[in-house]
């Protein structure tokens, strides 16, 4: 007898389900969707539709992720990318970096706004996602401390291990969004929940 072939479950879903199938995730995303609900309730409508994306249509959340990356991206090859002269490219990549990790406070805000009103595998992804991003923040933020201080080598290390965990979250970013729908076809997704 002729049967089809069972399909497998694409790369990506494997490895979003074996980090965030986990009952510790569920106990932390309840206590931190808890606060985040009551910081909302303080907050003015017309600033929660301003962050929700209202007057766009859509999530700003995905437009802000450029900012960071952007400049935590250009950073890191102003860090690397060879020079006519010893430091050379120092300036331009802390001026980078710098505006990364400004353009990350905005994108972070979204991002939990955003994340407030998920459910199941979604709110447990979601909570791995902003967590990276975050730590990625904080990593780039000492970054620019160990720079600024005159400890370059650290700085970069800081910032390249802060790039790969920020690479880390948009790999569970999309599939927030392409596999769970989170964000997609949704306005006043705030007021619904």
Same mark, same amino acid.
């Given at each position: 007898?002729?049967?089809?072939?069972t399909?497998?479950?694409?790369?990506?879903?494997?490895?979003?389900d074996?980090?965030?199938?986990?009952?510790a995730?569920?106990t932390?995303?309840?206590?931190?969707q808890?606060?985040?609900?009551?910081?909302?309730a303080?907050?003015?409508d017309?600033?929660?539709?301003?962050?929700?994306?209202?007057?766009?249509g859509?999530?700003? $959340?995905?437009l802000?992720? $450029?900012l960071?990356?952007g400049?935590?991206?250009?950073?890191?090859?102003l860090?690397?990318?060879?020079?006519?002269?010893?430091?050379?490219?120092?300036h331009a990549a802390?001026?980078?970096?710098?505006?990364?990790?400004?353009?990350?406070?905005?994108?972070?805000?979204t991002?939990?706004?955003?994340?407030?009103?998920?459910?199941?595998?979604a709110?447990?992804t979601?909570?791995? $996602?902003?967590?990276?991003?975050?730590?990625?923040?904080?990593?780039?933020?000492?970054s620019?401390?160990?720079?600024?201080?005159?400890?370059?080598?650290?700085?970069?290390?800081?910032?390249?291990a802060?790039?790969?965990?920020?690479?880390?979250?948009?790999f569970l970013?999309?599939?927030?969004?392409?596999?769970?729908?989170?964000?997609?076809?949704?306005t006043?997704? $705030?007021?619904?929940?």
């Amino acid at each position: 007898m002729f049967s089809l072939p069972t399909r497998k479950q694409p790369p990506a879903y494997v490895v979003e389900d074996a980090v965030s199938n986990h009952d510790a995730l569920e106990t932390a995303a309840d206590a931190l969707q808890t606060l985040l609900k009551g910081a909302e309730a303080v907050v003015p409508d017309a600033v929660l539709d301003l962050l929700h994306g209202e007057s766009v249509g859509h999530p700003v $959340h995905p437009l802000l992720v $450029h900012l960071p990356l952007g400049g935590w991206v250009i950073a890191a090859v102003l860090d690397h990318l060879p020079a006519k002269s010893p430091g050379a490219n120092d300036h331009a990549a802390d001026v980078a970096l710098t505006l990364g990790t400004l353009g990350a406070v905005p994108t972070i805000a979204t991002g939990w706004l955003d994340w407030s009103n998920t459910r199941g595998e979604a709110r447990r992804t979601g909570l791995i $996602h902003g967590a990276l991003n975050e730590t990625a923040f904080l990593l780039n933020v000492g970054s620019l401390v160990a720079r600024r201080r005159g400890r370059r080598g650290l700085g970069k290390a800081l910032s390249g291990a802060a790039l790969g965990l920020a690479v880390a979250g948009g790999f569970l970013g999309g599939e927030l969004v392409y596999r769970h729908g989170l964000g997609v076809g949704r306005t006043l997704a $705030h007021r619904q929940g």
